[in-house]
C-alpha cells in the first residue's frame, strides 16, 4: 500500500502563488515518476507536470515559465510552486506517483483545491 498525502491548496488572487506538497509513504520501494494532475469542473483530467527519478521534468503549455515542479528523494515528496496564478488554474489538484515493480503502479492522491479568484 502506498499513501500519499497533499497539502498547500487553497483560496488565492490572480497574480498570487502557493505551493503544493505531496509525500509518499508506505511500500514505495520502486518509486519513480510523481506528478500533479488538476480537474476542473465539466472538464477531464489533465496532467499539469512530472518529474522522473531522474529529475526530468514535463509541463503542459500553459503553465510553463509559471510552474516548477520539484522533488524531494529523501523525503519522497513531490512540490509543485504555482506563481502567477490565473482564474483559469482554479482546480482540483492531484498527485501522482508511478512505483514501478515489475510491473507499472499509479497511485493517486485525494485531491486538494485551489481556487484563484479574479
Known amino acids: 500500500q502506498v499513501q500519499l498525502v497533499e497539502s498547500g491548496g487553497g483560496l488565492v488572487q490572480s497574480g498570487g502563488s502557493l505551493r503544493l506538497s505531496c509525500a509518499a509513504s508506505g511500500s514505495i520501494f520502486g518509486l519513480d515518476r510523481m506528478g500533479w494532475y488538476r480537474q476542473a469542473p465539466g472538464k477531464q483530467r489533465e496532467l499539469v507536470a512530472a518529474i522522473s527519478s531522474g529529475d526530468g521534468t514535463n509541463y503542459t503549455d500553459s503553465v510553463k515559465d509559471r510552474f516548477t515542479i520539484s522533488r524531494d528523494n529523501a523525503k519522497n515528496t513531490v512540490y509543485l510552486q504555482m506563481n502567477s496564478l490565473k482564474p483559469e488554474d482554479t482546480a482540483v489538484y492531484y498527485c501522482?506517483?508511478?512505483?514501478?515493480?515489475?510491473?507499472?503502479?499509479?497511485?493517486w492522491g485525494q485531491g486538494t483545491q485551489v481556487t484563484v479568484s479574479s
Open positions: 501522482n506517483v508511478v512505483i514501478v515493480r515489475y510491473s507499472r503502479y499509479d497511485y
